[in-house]
């Protein structure tokens, strides 16, 4: 298998197919839709830090700043402290703890006072059930039953094979001894069972002295976490998020009435949907969600596509949330030159290169381990389906064991490319999947021909192998497989490829040109609440495949100096390490946090990756061992070893990191600014990329700005490219959301190392011309030489530095102050 094979499209035949299946309804151009979003900023609300008061009173800072457009978290009540916002407890009213109706009116109303505008957050898919009295609905279900006015709202199995007995199973139990630790909880007006802090409802008639024999007369079972049973659908493994059901018209009306209320009195202008691909029928809950805003709203889906899957052009969409111009921001920064180096660094400490090679061969199986491990029940529910669907057991059909259908569904789900098959570009993909398993493993063609007819019938096993198949994919790939690589970890990014060693400057300018073309108003982003780390981060990391031969040369010789206790999970964090270790010149030890930063995230790493330790099953005298090596890092040679290697460094970091901003702000589709990252940020994975940002320091950053400042440490640098390219995008819109999209190439031995294009109104003459430094490591040694640029005609001025440009122009000259530059005629 070849290196361009990507995470979720690993096998030849089936990525072939998948271009061909590609149907030609699949590539219409979508309707630019009129919208008034230039740009937007991302705020992660929370009760203790971020409220709709708190929003307000940055709106100001935000629109000196050049944002068009907050982009907020989700705004409905949601579980008590909650510090995202994702576990919503009640669909129905906006959370009180960020300020209510009053609070987010106000927020709209000073935002539209100043010409900007909202983008806010649905969470159609789940709600959060984690303390039962937090959720009205989920409360009344496990106290009334099946009879239950809310229980259609949930997807829940009530079939007396649901291992529960037919009741509602509930994995709570942390322990075989936790059943005794249940007592009846008689402080408020009601009686509880109580389980620690856990509190669930005692039916009418069903209370007594004893909680054992309470419990066994309630509709719901409690039952251990570990026991594979949970008879409701949840979000991916996460019991403590129960999926809803918004294919039921009741369910969509009463989940999206506060929405109708703010299109009505004209609150919002977009949304963006959270995973989609859960629903059951996500097209049709798009298309009615479109009906619903209007058609001048802007709608953005949490969409990851797989390598080279195409967005399904029928949808009545502007685009996705932006990890597939992630992934293209940060490839193009990525120096092919590296691979070789950094591939045998982790096979030496990995036992694999961490390249397609590897990826093609586990992928499979860690599919398959997810799937007969925390996804048991959905695999069990799935498989009930498929046998209802199938007529199984009937009087004309032949007998199929459990065992053989469940593995015959195992081995699709585990080769199937995508999250999901059944948008139109994708028609074909789940034949073609089924067949390759049929040509791997003929004992599978009886339970495979189950499975056909199941999903031939067009029911509820259909839509269950959908929904199923996108949550093998995330917990496999996203949050196993993506710990367990280490050759460049910048790579393993959410909707990203690290089969793929970078993407060259010709795939980055085609990207962006079919981005501009059919779909001028998706959003782009470099940092996400879902980043696996944050965009300045990621972009040093990245400069390690410029540096590829000294970070090979100098991680033997720190494991040397201080052995960790497993080389590959070192080789994982070291790089992370390297990421967001202080530039500064101050030692790690004396950065406040940065220890018990590190040390979370060690921790959650090693867990996602499996090898060693597991959320399932803890190795603590692992664990321990390895937090004793962070600590040895930080405090000894290494420690020092990776502040020089950070140093050094730096510059090329920064050039990367405002590389990738510019081309983010200024090309196709909609940028979105994460909070914060208008200056430098070091964020790791969440919860680390959500804490409180200082946005005092940044407003008086932002006013002191008064000429092009230096490239340090500081970040200001970064600010001011941000401001300018979002003040431009202000002043010309029509340049940028539709605008024209033209790629540039310089001429000269070093004309590889620019990234540059020209935006303009559709038909006419480019008016803004971006131009980017990439792979600087070499440049510092070589310079720029002859290379230069061949401006179109007119007078261009940066708007960075103030330099005047016509003609040719030496690109030694261009970048002069900076490895970037904004010109406009």
């Not at 630790?181 to 008689?186: G, Q, Y």
């Not at 009505?264 to 963006?272: A, K, N, Q, S």
């Not at 399904?312 to 992934?327: E, K, Q, R, S, V």
């Amino acid at each position: 298998m070849g290196e361009d094979i990507g995470p979720h499209a690993r096998h030849d035949e089936i990525k072939t197919e998948m271009t061909e299946f590609a149907t030609p309804e699949s590539h219409t151009t979508p309707v630019l839709r009129q919208t008034n979003v230039r740009s937007t900023y991302r705020l992660q609300l929370r009760p203790d830090a971020l409220t709709f008061a708190d929003a307000r009173a940055i709106a100001e800072y935000l629109q000196q700043l050049g944002i068009s457009h907050l982009y907020l978290s989700p705004i409905m009540t949601a579980v008590r402290g909650s510090t995202h916002g994702y576990d919503v407890t009640d669909p129905t009213t906006v959370s009180a703890a960020l300020g209510g109706p009053a609070g987010l009116k106000a927020l709209s109303d000073e935002l539209r006072g100043r010409g900007m505008g909202l983008i806010v957050d649905l969470v159609p898919n789940h709600v959060g059930v984690s303390d039962p009295r937090q959720n009205p609905w989920w409360w009344d279900v496990l106290c009334h039953g099946r009879k239950s006015q809310f229980a259609h709202f949930f997807d829940i199995d009530w079939s007396s094979t649901n291992g529960a007995g037919g009741r509602l199973a509930l994995p709570v139990l942390q322990s075989e001894n936790d059943p005794a630790a249940l007592t009846v909880d008689r402080s408020g007006p009601e009686p509880m069972l109580a389980l620690h802090d856990l509190r669930f409802p005692i039916a009418a008639g069903t209370d007594g002295e004893n909680a054992l024999r309470i419990h066994d007369k309630q509709h719901y079972r409690l039952v251990s976490w570990k026991a594979g049973v949970c008879t409701y659908r949840r979000f991916f493994s996460v019991s403590s998020l129960a999926a809803i059901r918004q294919e039921d018209p009741a369910v969509f009306e009463i989940t999206h009435r506060e929405l109708a209320a703010w299109c009505e009195h004209d609150l919002i202008d977009g949304v963006r949907v959270d995973h989609p691909d859960g629903l059951a029928h996500p097209a049709a809950y798009l298309a009615r969600l479109r009906r619903l805003i209007g058609p001048h709203r802007l709608l953005l889906v949490e969409k990851v596509l797989s390598n080279r899957e195409p967005l399904d052009a029928m949808l009545p969409i502007d685009g996705t949330t932006g990890y597939d111009a992630l992934a293209d921001l940060g490839g193009v920064l990525i120096d092919a030159d590296g691979e070789k180096a950094l591939t045998e660094l982790s096979r030496k400490y990995c036992g694999h290169g961490s390249n397609g090679a590897w990826i093609g061969n586990n992928e499979h199986r860690i599919k398959r381990a997810v799937a007969e491990s925390m996804l048991v029940p959905e695999i069990r529910r799935l498989v009930a389906a498929i046998k209802r669907d199938a007529g199984v057991n009937g009087a004309d059909t032949v007998p199929i064991s459990d065992m053989a259908l469940t593995n015959a569904t195992i081995e699709v789900l585990s080769f199937m490319p995508v999250y999901r098959t059944d948008y139109a570009p994708l028609a074909g993909m789940i034949t073609a999947v089924v067949q390759k398993v049929c040509k791997r493993s003929s004992e599978l063609t009886a339970p495979l021909s189950v499975l056909v007819t199941a999903l031939a019938a067009n029911g509820e096993a259909a839509v269950r192998l959908h929904q199923v198949c996108g949550a093998v994919t995330a917990k496999a790939v996203e949050d196993t497989m993506y710990y367990q690589g280490a050759r460049l970890v910048s790579l393993q990014e959410v909707g990203g490829n690290p089969a793929r060693f970078g993407r060259s400057v010709l795939e980055f300018h085609l990207a962006n040109s079919e981005r501009a073309q059919r779909w001028p108003a998706t959003m782009t982003t470099l940092t996400t609440h879902d980043t696996k780390r944050g965009e300045d981060v990621r972009a040093r990391i990245g400069v390690l495949s410029q540096a590829a031969e000294l970070w090979a040369e100098s991680v033997p010789r720190w494991f040397e100096n201080t052995p960790p206790p497993d080389e590959a999970t070192a080789l994982f964090l070291l790089q992370n390490m390297f990421g967001m270790w202080p530039n500064d010149g101050r030692p790690a030890a004396t950065v406040a946090g940065l220890r018990e930063r590190l040390h979370l995230f060690a921790e959650k790493a090693a867990r996602e990756a499996g090898t060693k330790t597991s959320w399932e099953e803890p190795d603590l005298e692992f664990e321990s061992a390895l937090h004793q090596w962070i600590d040895a890092v930080i405090d000894g040679q290494v420690g020092g070893g990776l502040s020089e290697t950070v140093i050094k460094l730096a510059p090329h970091a920064w050039s990367d990191a405002l590389s990738q901003k510019l081309l983010q702000l200024c090309g196709p589709g909609i940028p979105d600014i994460y909070q914060g990252c208008e200056l430098w940020e070091d964020s790791l994975v969440d919860p680390d990329n959500r804490r409180p940002v200082d946005f005092g320091h940044r407003l008086t950053m932002l006013q002191s700005l008064t000429g092009t400042p230096e490239l340090d440490s500081r970040g200001a640098a970064k600010m001011w490219i941000v401001a300018y390219a979002l003040w431009l995008r202000r002043e010309r819109p029509e340049c940028f959301v539709g605008g024209a999209y033209t790629p540039l190439f310089a001429a000269g031995d070093r004309a590889g190392h620019l990234i540059a294009y020209a935006r303009g109104r559709v038909d006419e003459p480019p008016q803004v011309i971006v131009a980017a430094t990439r792979h600087s490591v070499r440049l510092h040694e070589t310079g720029w030489g002859d290379a230069a640029l061949d401006l179109p005609s007119g007078t261009w001025t940066d708007r960075l530095t103030g330099h005047t440009f016509t003609g040719r122009v030496r690109l030694e000259k261009l970048f002069t102050r900076l490895p970037v530059a904004l010109l406009v005629r």
